[in-house]
């Protein structure tokens, strides 16, 4: 007698046979199961090899992420705080516009020190100097541009010059003698025309109809860079600063090694004297004002003892090698004169002289 799993008793050939083809059924389902679970068991170490292959994926995407990438080189900020000597790591700073030497009068030139080998070594050789300069002129160019983009009427004169002193000490990286500020800011208004500067307390306020010519100065290593622009927020001032600017650029045209002083003065006469200006519906000629003068730079020293005529006559000392020119052109309406309100305008730049090249530093808006 045979039991199933059921404990139902099987009997006779037919119910022996119906009892052996429940068990190979139940073989086949045994066999089956055991199959389906390799495979499963097969599957699941495949996925965890998967799993290990995206960890590790995953893991060097966070190494890539983690690596620094390089920075590039600085940029000035806005408004400007980052000191040009960080700007410009290498320590070679931008050059200013470079102009050919004029001809003289007696038909001389001194063009030739351009090509002459000898003189590019000797420029050369003055390089850190003129590194120097560059320097304190890109600080003083970024400082005029941040300066033209607020100056408005309604603003104290104390609240410019410690506007702007305040980021060009930043830009230069003020540093005790070694680099600084070279003069207190001037910011003359009107009939005063050059060298005032607001003390504690100063209530003067810049107004609409003011011309007023911001004056100031940096250096590194005492080479100074004096420079200044001029701010007219009425129109009919336009033509006025236009003849102002011709006039000053004239002037350095003309300058240069063995060029004569008085020669300067009156080529800028020339171009000044040639602008007329228009105010209230009345012209009127523009003239230079002929007890103002430019002068020569040393170094720590703002007024070092030749002086830039910028009118016809005067001396007749010629410029020198390493001789550096600061260069002023006052410009006056008669109008004014008459009524003894006298209105000036004023453009100034810094010239150095050197072996190999006219070089004019500290150009531009």
Request: hydrophobic residues 30%.
């Amino acid at each position: 007698m045979l039991w199933n799993s059921d404990s139902e008793m099987c009997s006779s050939e037919g119910g022996q046979n119906e009892c052996e083809k429940e068990s190979a059924g139940v073989d086949d389902v045994t066999k089956q199961l055991e199959k389906q679970l390799i495979e499963d068991k097969e599957k699941e170490e495949e996925g965890e090899e998967e799993g290990d292959g995206e960890s590790e994926s995953a893991a060097a995407k966070k190494t890539k992420k983690k690596k620094k990438k390089k920075k590039g080189p600085k940029v000035q900020t806005d408004p400007p705080s980052i000191p040009i000597c960080d700007l410009f790591p290498s320590g070679i700073f931008l050059k200013g516009q470079e102009c050919e030497y004029p001809p003289l009068q007696d038909g001389r030139t001194s063009a030739w020190r351009m090509t002459s080998e000898e003189k590019k070594v000797l420029n050369q050789a003055s390089e850190e100097i003129w590194s120097d300069f560059r320097q304190a002129a890109e600080a003083h160019r970024q400082v005029r541009k941040y300066v033209r983009s607020w100056l408005k009427p309604g603003m104290t004169m104390i609240e410019i010059c410690e506007r702007l002193e305040d980021c060009s000490r930043k830009l230069i990286k003020e540093d005790g003698l070694n680099a600084g500020l070279a003069f207190p800011t001037g910011c003359s208004l009107n009939n005063c025309a050059a060298h005032y500067t607001p003390n504690a307390g100063d209530p003067t306020v810049l107004q609409y109809d003011d011309v007023c010519k911001i004056d100031f100065g940096t250096h590194i290593n005492g080479h100074i860079i004096d420079c200044a622009f001029t701010v007219a927020f009425n129109p009919k001032y336009d033509k006025l600063i236009e003849a102002v600017k011709d006039a000053t650029n004239t002037g350095i045209k003309n300058a240069g090694i063995d060029v004569r002083l008085c020669d300067i003065g009156e080529s800028i006469q020339e171009v000044m004297e040639s602008y007329e200006v228009e105010i209230d519906g009345k012209t009127y000629q523009v003239k230079p004002i002929r007890n103002l003068n430019g002068h020569s730079i040393g170094q720590y020293r703002i007024h070092a003892g030749k002086t830039v005529p910028i009118v016809k006559g005067g001396e007749a000392t010629r410029m020198e090698v390493k001789f550096l020119k600061f260069h002023s052109s006052f410009n006056v309406s008669a109008y004014h004169i008459k009524l003894k309100y006298v209105l000036f305008g004023l453009s100034l730049t810094v010239t150095p002289i050197t072996e190999g090249y006219f070089r004019q530093m500290g150009l531009g808006t």
